[in-house]
């Protein structure tokens, strides 16, 4: 199951303000701060880590131990040498000198958004799944909680 967008956000968000404070060098840093700063469930918090490396945004290495990680943020260093001295600013582009492709992508955007539209319908519907579970484990725990109160209420009212 893939991660929501907001969900990589604050990932991505939190590495960059570790890394911003180590002056982008590697850091070590234990995986329950990295939950506690994002929110984040632990398996939600192994899969972020996970898809960033794969994507080259993210180095992780081992730590000192098992609740530690080291890490280092690996897309700063491509847009640094990305950016060639004396090239022009993209904000400096006039709407003018931009060649149009507005014709190339319609056409191709409608075959790709029935995808699109497909698999995010089917992600959505695995997240329904997933909450209805949750609505589900929520519930039974209440329903023990409600059958523990009754039975320390007994305690309490026959005594």
Known sequence: MALRDKTNQRFKEF??????RNDGKEFEIPFSE????????????????????????LEVKP??????????LLHEEA????????????????????????????RD???????????RIHELEHLIDGLRRRLRAHEMTIALLQDRMAEIEDKLYKK
Do not use: H
Not at 15 to 20: A, H, T, V
Not at 63 to 72: A, D, I, T
């Open 79 to 106: 847009e640094k040498a990305e950016e060639l001295p004396g090239a022009p600013e993209p904000s400096s582009q006039t709407c003018e000198s931009a060649p149009d492709f507005s014709p190339v992508l319609t």
């Open 63 to 72: 730590g000192r131990n098992s609740r530690y990680g080291l890490f280092k």
């Open 15 to 20: 590495f960059e303000k570790q890394s911003k």
């Open 109 to 119: 955007s409608d075959d790709g958004s029935n995808l699109s539209n497909e698999s």
């Open 34 to 57: 990295i939950q506690r700063e994002t929110g984040a469930a632990n398996s939600t918090m192994k899969r972020a880590i996970e898809t960033l490396a794969k994507e080259g945004w």
